[in-house]
């Protein structure tokens, strides 16, 4: 051979991209797979072969990496390199029609995957990794949840994934039959599907094609282009991730091919392990199945009638509209081992809805709080009703999540993530155990006022909460403010009005205009929040009766001091003169603002976030009312307040009727114990 022929054999192999790594694999089922598969969280490979994901367990992950990385970029020119991977999977959710989460194929720069949380993180970030660069993470989701927090467009949708969870771009499940026709997928059905994820180096093009058939159709549901050069590694692994939440799937894998600059290895849906039947939750089965067997087995009768009544007796009542709630159902004897049988060293905490409890769930082994409504409580089913239909499908890092639920005959209980540091207002009034510091507090005023934006603009419908306070502001292990306790929360659609003409909330928190008129509004929300804003900045409640006449109302008295120009006379003793006053005085302002007597003359909660985030400064000329005072309301309303010092609830009721439905001891002081919300008369 001549030496230039030999030069140019060399050349070809040198550029010829080469990888140490194995570039191709198949699983046509998993039986084989050994160590060469990496199993994290409640993943596992079953014994027909199919790698189960994640089972019926709540708020639970799992991992599937291939063990070893692949080499996706050329090690000197830094450019990725083409690869194709197919796959089978299957969706069966806990319920129908309601998935919970959903899976992803992933690319990643450790198999552990640290740090990622179940539910809408789908097992692959946090919070606090959303959007960050330096995730070099690359996934596409098949999602059966939406989530307004990442701007989901459905339940059903295919996306992909670019070191965040906000898709780049996604369609809803589809496939198409020819070159127009595009036929809808339900991805949660139960039946198996086929995807294949390709990247064309060379066009910069990442497609998405699915069908429920092992022939791949000509045309992808989701074409995306991209150069994935700077966002991925050199080396990078290679699997699946998949989680539930409040509701649960089991996602399944069937088969797997994958390969770097070729096609991966064709499937068949037909040679793949088969999916086994999964049972359905039928209630009338379990109880109807005893009674046959004691009606056929005639020598057993007596046992078997025993038996029967026995079940009907301590099994949970599942009326039909029960069906339609979404968020997960537990069962009686689940929650009563979860707090040690509602053992009083267990209780947190009680109000006028009944009893807060510590709780450990069996299964999961997580930690939960969960709210036994009393019998004698006035907040009966149809408030029950609403706090799990207001917030189960909320999603939102400053709402405190409801887990689940469970009714059983007069029992009514509701199951929240565990608040490390209970509410607010221990840590603001009287003589708390802890003293926040400013930062702390400015940042739990900022999660709040994120939390009531959501509720009001960042879902699909707009939900009023109708009971801000401190003491429905919860704390978490580090401090972060979560708004809770949605018992008497509303939705309405967005650009309709509420029609409610029943007053309900607390003391101090209630805007003028609602004993005039009934009807609770965005603003109304706002204006309990303004009194948030005057408690967090000055260590007081919004009705403080041991104070002197003139500093009775907290609006009054903060409004009072601003006119003379000594506003850092009403910020709590208890920082000791340590706080940021340029955010102090900002806070003051805002709150006067949220208080004022006219509803159109308050903030929405996004002009509240954007003054909260230095995006816009809070005008400096305060006009709070038409007499200038933040607390003199008009209209009967100031009097009705200020009487409270010195006359009895007997001469308030010659106006109004009051009935228990909520705990305001601490924000009521010594006035009353007992909880009370006011009624308009037209109820």
């Not at 490979?45 to 189960?52: C, F, Q, S, T």
């Not at 799992?62 to 796959?87: C, D, T, W």
């Not at 003028?512 to 900045?537: I, W």
Request: proline residues 4%; negative net charge.
């Amino acid at each position: 051979m001549s030496d230039p022929l030999r030069l140019f054999c060399i050349f070809i192999l040198l550029s010829i991209p080469v990888s140490s790594q194995q570039h191709e694999l198949i699983y046509a089922g998993f039986q084989q797979a050994g160590s060469n598969i990496t199993l994290n969280g409640i993943a596992e490979i079953e014994k027909n072969g199919i790698l189960r994901l994640t089972n019926e367990t709540s708020r639970l992950m799992g991992h599937a990496l291939y063990a070893s990385p692949f080499q996706f970029k050329n090690s000197s020119s830094g450019k990725a390199f083409s690869f194709s991977a197919s796959f089978a999977f299957a969706i069966v959710p806990e319920y129908p029609r309601l998935g919970g989460h959903g899976l992803a194929f992933t690319m990643a720069t450790s198999k552990e995957l640290k740090g990622a949380l179940p539910s809408q993180y789908l097992g692959l970030l946090n919070a606090s990794d959303i959007g960050n660069s330096t995730n070099h993470l690359l996934a596409v989701e098949f999602d059966t949840v939406q989530d307004f927090e990442f701007g989901d467009i459905n339940d059903n949708h295919v996306g992909i994934d670019i070191n965040s969870l906000n898709s780049n771009k996604s369609a809803a499940a589809a496939y198409f039959i020819d070159d127009t026709t595009k036929v809808d997928l339900n991805l949660k059905s139960g039946n198996p599907i086929q995807a294949w994820v390709e990247y064309d180096s060379v066009d910069k093009v990442l497609s998405v094609t699915i069908s429920p058939t092992s022939s791949k159709p000509k045309s992808p549901i989701l074409s995306f282009p991209v150069d994935l050069s700077p966002i991925i590694q050199e080396f990078m692994y290679v699997g699946f991730s998949a989680s539930t939440g409040l509701l649960a799937s089991s996602h399944f894998l069937l088969g797997w091919s994958f390969n770097i600059n070729g096609e991966a290895p064709a499937l068949d849906l037909s040679s793949l392990p088969s999916l086994p039947g999964h049972r359905k939750k039928n209630l009338g089965l379990k109880i109807g199945l005893p009674v046959l067997i004691g009606f056929l087995v005639v020598s057993l009768a007596a046992i078997a009638t025993i038996y029967i009544i026995k079940k009907i007796r301590d099994a949970d009542t599942i009326e039909d509209w029960e069906l339609e709630i979404g968020p997960h159902r537990y069962s009686y004897q689940e929650l009563k081992q979860a707090t040690s049988g509602f053992s009083e060293k267990e209780l947190l905490g009680h109000g006028g809805f009944g009893q807060v409890y510590r709780g450990i769930l069996p299964d999961s082994k997580t930690q939960v709080a969960v709210k036994r409504i009393s019998h004698e409580s006035k907040q009966g089913l149809q408030e029950f009703v609403s706090e799990i239909a207001s917030i189960g499908r909320l999603r939102h890092r400053n709402l405190v999540q409801l887990l689940g639920w469970c009714r059983r005959r007069e029992s009514l209980l509701l199951v929240y993530d565990f608040m490390a540091n209970a509410s607010l207002d221990r840590f603001l009034f009287d003589e708390p155990k802890t003293v926040l510091n400013w930062n702390q507090r400015f940042n739990i005023i900022k999660d709040v006022a994120s939390g009531l934006l959501y509720l009001h603009e960042g879902y699909e419908k707009v939900v009023l909460h109708r009971d801000v306070k401190a003491s429905n502001v919860l704390l978490d292990s580090e401090l972060n403010g979560k708004l809770g306790d949605f018992g008497l929360a509303r939705l309405y659609e967005h650009g309709s009005h509420p029609d409610t003409t029943r007053v309900v909330g607390t003391l101090g928190y209630l805007a003028p205009e609602l004993p005039r008129t009934g009807k609770a509004t965005e603003r109304s929300d706002v204006y309990a929040f303004g009194a948030v804003l005057l408690e967090v900045a000055c260590g007081r409640r919004p009705i403080e009766q041991k104070s002197c006449p003139e500093e009775l109302v907290l609006v009054d008295w903060v409004w009072d001091k601003f006119k003379e120009g000594r506003v850092h006379d009403v910020v709590d003793r208890k920082l000791k003169g340590e706080y940021n006053a340029n955010e102090v005085v900002m806070v003051i302002k805002l709150g006067l603002i949220c208080s004022h007597n006219e509803p159109k003359r308050r903030p929405s909660m996004r002009q509240v976030v954007r003054y909260l985030e230095g995006e816009a400064e809070v005008p400096d000329n305060l006009r709070v009312g038409d007499e200038g005072r933040g607390g003199r309301v008009g209209e009967g309303f100031d009097d009705f307040v200020n009487s409270i010092a010195s006359s009895t609830f007997d001469r308030m009721s010659s106006s109004y009727s009051f009935m228990a439905t909520g705990d305001v001891g601490t924000s009521f002081c010594s006035i009353s114990t007992s909880p009370i919300s006011l009624v308009h008369p037209r109820d």
